[in-house]
């Protein structure tokens, strides 16, 4: 039996899931994105007018990812310093890996989880960065 988890201050999902699952004493995050509670505009991310990214800024979005996952974690009575595995996935390892790197260094300094970076293609909607978690709680 596992409880479904939302938070009220991360962004809505984008299809039909829930921001988090408990399971025992594990906490299973759906994929965490960049975007903001109640607004359609990304942060850090320019669109034309055909929804076609034209500029994106990979810092601004890592942080609001790490504060979103933040967001989960605190609502379903975790932490960040509970978390113990990251998959990370980026949609241009090349250029933007250093720069995800550098923050992640920064957030994770005192809590080292294991962690997977993956290139893909695509996310669902027009960000260059999403986060898969685990946590105990």
């Not at 810092?59 to 989960?72: L, P, W």
Request: glycine letters at 6%; hydrophobic letters at 40%.
């Amino acid at each position: 039996m596992s409880d479904k988890i939302n938070s009220s201050k991360a962004p809505e999902p984008v299809g039909l899931y829930p921001h988090a699952r408990k399971v025992g004493n594990l906490l299973f995050l759906s994929g965490v994105g960049p975007r903001v509670r109640g607004c359609k505009d990304i942060p850090g991310v320019t669109l034309d007018t055909y929804g076609n990214i034209i500029d994106y800024n990979i810092a601004t979005q890592c942080r609001n990812v790490f504060d979103n996952v933040r967001y989960i974690l605190e609502e379903a009575g975790s932490s960040w310093d509970n978390i113990v595995d990251v998959t990370v996935f980026l949609t241009n390892m090349k250029a933007d890996f250093a720069t995800y790197n550098a923050l992640y260094a920064e957030y994770f300094k005192d809590n080292l989880p294991c962690r997977t970076t993956c290139e893909i293609n695509s996310l669902p909607t027009p960000i260059a960065i999403e986060l898969k978690v685990i946590a105990t709680i």
